[in-house]
């Protein structure tokens, strides 16, 4: 009889528990990343979801105990030096198709020359696991699946690729009407990235400079007319203050079916 006793006593604990999971996932809410240190300071990922389970928002909060010690200066291109990973809370896999985040600081930019070098963050939103990215090689070691172009209609229509790669990245995707292409200063802009014939990244790019005067802004996120990989894909892009921190977001998520 007590054996009898205990075992309903602990079928209601886990049905109880159950409930409570359920309704918590029901009611949604911000979830974080683990905080990792970045320049003195900490950087995380999170993700808003919905009652529904759709996500609302997901991005990066930096604060700004980092961004007061940024490193200045140095040589230009992409520094992996001055770059961390930000894993995503296991909600944000589940809800989106990206995997990691890569947070950049590039103190002096990087190429193409008078374009973006000026200081500068590159925001990755990797939709490839970090341990794929790491190993893309070189361009110059071995060309093959940077040069291995996704369909174009995998990207948005006026998006052109450059020659070359970057290593632990992949190839870089430019808006050939973005104002920096057209003889204006570059401020931000919205890159894609590919590696091996898959769009790999989606990269909001902005000036340190043009983050600091910009309390709130917010811009669409050019689509493509196919996606790879079925889920929930960001339509904006957002640059806010909260507090103490910075936030920069992806929002606005429609969900895509999946296309050959």
Request: glycine share 8%; hydrophobic share 35%.
């Amino acid at each position: 009889m007590k054996k009898r006793a205990t075992k309903l006593l602990l079928l209601a604990a886990i049905i109880g528990f159950s409930a409570c999971s359920k309704d918590k996932d029901e009611k949604g809410g911000v979830f974080k990343g683990p905080q990792v240190a970045f320049h003195g300071g900490k950087a995380h990922s999170f993700i808003q979801v919905g009652k529904d389970g759709k996500p609302e928002k997901m991005g990066i909060s930096i604060n700004d105990q980092a961004w007061n010690n940024l490193p200045v200066g140095g040589d230009q291109g992409h520094n992996h030096a001055n770059s961390v990973t930000l894993p995503l809370h296991a909600n944000a896999e589940l809800a989106t198709p990206f995997k990691h985040i890569g947070l950049d600081w590039n103190p002096a930019g990087h190429e193409p020359e008078n374009v973006y070098t000026k200081p500068h963050f590159d925001f990755h939103f990797y939709m490839i696991s970090e341990a794929e990215r790491l190993a893309i090689p070189p361009y110059e070691t071995n060309p093959t699946g940077f040069d291995n172009l996704p369909d174009a209609a995998f990207l948005p229509a006026t998006y052109i690729a450059p020659p070359g790669g970057v290593p632990q990245m992949g190839k870089h995707w430019l808006d050939a009407t973005a104002p920096e292409l057209n003889g204006s200063t570059f401020t931000e802009t919205f890159i894609y990235g590919s590696y091996n014939g898959k769009v790999n990244f989606l990269e909001p790019m902005v000036t340190k400079a043009f983050i600091e005067q910009s309390n709130l802004f917010e811009r669409a996120i050019p689509q493509p007319q196919k996606f790879k990989v079925a889920g929930f894909y960001p339509t904006k892009m957002k640059i806010t203050r909260v507090g103490t921190s910075r936030e920069i977001t992806l929002e606005n998520f429609v969900y895509r079916e999946a296309s050959n």
